[in-house]
């Protein structure tokens, strides 16, 4: 009888426990295609980060970032955030267990298409360049240092699209280098 009810118990708490497993150690995490309204493309030629910004004499990081947005949706849909997280080195090995973070709004953000600017939101099934400008205080990158982050769009339903960005610096973006040509 005991053995029974220990098996029964097992079939009833092994779904929920591995549903648990995979949810904690699962690498990615997909959306579900129903919610995903806009489709995001980094432009990683076209992004970029300098040092030599000043905000209330702070010393600050330009960082420019591109996108390719296309709205999959039959409504119009805006971008009403985006911020940029970038973590930190612990101080020790292990502690403190979470990384400082910091987490940047950002300064502009607009839609691009011919080079206008469009607003903050996109048509139905339309798509367009996403413009995005962050200044980060801080300590100055060397100019070989990649700016490494995750950079987060809300629409104006709530929804939030992640993706994890490595910016170059300006100066470094480009594949070769020009002036041996001339």
């Known amino acids: 009888m005991a053995v029974e009810t220990v098996l029964t118990q097992i079939e009833r708490w092994a779904p929920?426990?591995?549903?648990?497993?995979?949810?904690?150690?699962?690498?990615t995490?997909?959306?579900?295609?129903?919610t995903e309204l806009l489709r995001i493309v980094p432009?990683?030629?076209?992004?970029w980060w300098a040092n030599g910004a000043k905000i209330i004499d702070r010393p600050a990081?330009?960082?420019?970032?591109?996108?390719?947005?296309?709205?999959?949706?039959?409504?119009?849909?805006?971008?009403?955030?985006?911020?940029?997280?970038r973590w930190f080195p612990r101080r020790w090995i292990i502690w403190p267990l979470r990384r400082p973070k910091q987490v940047t709004p950002a300064m502009t953000f607009d839609f691009v298409v011919d080079h206008r600017g469009a607003g903050d939101f996109l048509p139905p099934h339309g798509h367009a360049d996403f413009h995005?400008?962050?200044f980060p205080f801080g300590d100055t990158l060397e100019e070989n240092d990649l700016l490494v982050g995750v950079t987060t769009f809300v629409d104006?339903?709530?929804?939030?699209?992640e993706h994890h960005t490595t910016f170059k610096n300006v100066k470094v973006r480009h594949l070769g280098d020009e002036s041996?040509?001339?």
């Open 16 to 27: 929920w426990l591995l549903r648990l497993w995979r949810s904690i150690f699962s690498r």
């Open 29 to 34: 995490r997909r959306r579900a295609e129903s």
């Open 43 to 47: 432009n990683e030629r076209q992004s």
């Open 61 to 85: 990081t330009q960082v420019m970032s591109q996108w390719f947005v296309t709205n999959r949706t039959d409504f119009n849909v805006r971008i009403a955030k985006v911020r940029f997280t």
């Open 132 to 134: 995005a400008t962050f």
């Open 156 to 161: 104006h339903l709530g929804n939030e699209y």
């Open 180 to 182: 041996e040509g001339v």
